[in-house]
């Protein structure tokens, strides 16, 4: 999933979006990447595309996963900086 997020070529006028990077964390925290899904969220705001409750969630879970509390609690804080309500699954 990271190689085809990788490989979307900007002039094909194919640029990643929000569902392809919460499918990418889906898919890293389910390989247990926590860290992988923190650069993630970082690249996916840089450029422009905006978290929702789908991605912070995912990223809570991937650091709850690796028993990296002090990271959940951060972007959870992040969730709410940004406005976002948390929710239950």
Known sequence: ALA???DVEPGAGCLPD???YNSVLGVA???MQYRLCLELL???ESVGIKADIVTYSTVISACDKAGR???AV???DRLLDAGLMPNVI
């Open 69 to 71: 509390y002090e990271e």
């Open 29 to 31: 925290m389910s390989a």
């Open 4 to 6: 085809l997020l990788r």
């Open 42 to 44: 970082d690249e996916m």
């Open 18 to 20: 929000l569902v392809t």
């Open 74 to 76: 951060r972007i959870y």
